[in-house]
């Protein structure tokens, strides 16, 4: 068993490169004109395609109080549009317009890149263990 002063340490190590890798994001993101909370959602509109608003939150891990201000912003800059749903009148989707597509195919790659330098240092099997240590660490951290 771990002394509790490698646990603290644990958590201190994690806390930090997850600050970093979010300052990281968080220019990459600026260096297109967006905060990265734009940009994870127009992420995941590119990735996954025409989403509910009411679900976007969830999937990229934002209060639900700030989806709508978050499209807001994205449909003024003219690269995501709201679409109603014809079955439910409740349900909004938000989707990609030609304008946000083009700006995601011409960011995303150096991005991709970008993420994949920040791990160059780990073999694969070491990703895969880490991903799998983080993971176990975080489902405890829900049950606390």
């Not at 004109?33 to 939150?57: A, D």
């Not at 999937?59 to 989806?67: C, D, P, Q, R, T």
């Not at 960011?107 to 991903?131: A, C, G, Y």
Request: charged share 35%.
């Amino acid at each position: 068993m771990d002394l509790p002063n490698r646990n603290l340490k644990a958590v201190a190590v994690i806390i930090r490169a997850a600050d970093a890798i979010r300052e990281v994001i968080k220019n990459d993101a600026a260096a297109s004109g967006l905060n990265p909370t734009e940009f994870s959602v127009l992420e995941l509109l590119y990735h996954q395609g025409r989403q509910p608003i009411q679900s976007i939150g969830k999937k990229v891990l934002i209060a639900s109080s700030s989806i709508t201000y978050v499209v807001d912003k994205l449909e003024v800059k003219k690269y995501v549009r709201r679409t109603e749903c014809a079955e439910d009148r409740r349900v909004t989707y938000a989707e990609l317009t030609e304008e946000g597509r083009a700006l995601l195919e011409r960011i995303w790659p150096e991005h991709e890149m970008m993420i994949d330098r920040l791990f160059d240092e780990l073999k694969p099997e070491e990703k895969e263990n880490m991903i799998s240590n983080l993971k176990k660490v975080g489902y405890k951290a829900l049950e606390v």
